[in-house]
């Protein structure tokens, strides 16, 4: 079990301006950030991330939007940061999201659902690096 995750603020969250509200209930919830930046992805980047999804029908669509407009990338640690970021954050459908979670409160649609988490301690790893640099997590 690792104590780290990976979150991005999406852009359409970004673009609505729920930033700072979904980053302090990261905190409230006892998250600690380690390392976080602002960045815009460029299609090869984000194509590059979501590579995993290459496959399906969804992936160009996907790859269009988050390359749409600025993201704010975070790793966070905690005890159990996987599962618990993944509670925090609800389902991928905003409408069968628990009450209170960030997913419920700012997600439009599965498209556009505010924020991504990582699914797995390995995935965790792999996400995190693929936005910062040892020397940038502290």
Do not use: C
């Amino acid at each position: 079990m690792s104590n780290r995750t990976f979150t991005m603020i999406k852009p359409d969250a970004f673009s609505k301006g729920h930033s700072g509200d979904i980053l302090s209930m990261i905190e409230r919830a006892g998250f600690r950030i380690v390392a976080m930046k602002k960045t815009l992805l460029s299609e090869q980047k984000a194509g590059e991330f979501y590579a995993v999804h290459r496959e399906r029908p969804f992936y160009g669509e996907l790859v269009e939007f988050m390359s749409s407009g600025p993201i704010v990338a975070a790793i966070l640690e905690k005890d159990n940061a996987v599962a618990d970021f993944r509670k925090l954050i609800g389902a991928t459908d905003p409408a069968k999201a628990d009450d209170g979670t960030i997913r419920k409160l700012y997600a439009e649609n599965v498209g556009k659902n505010a924020v991504h988490g990582s699914d797995s301690d390995e995935n965790a790893a792999i996400e995190g690096a693929f936005f910062f640099s040892g020397t940038e997590q502290w």
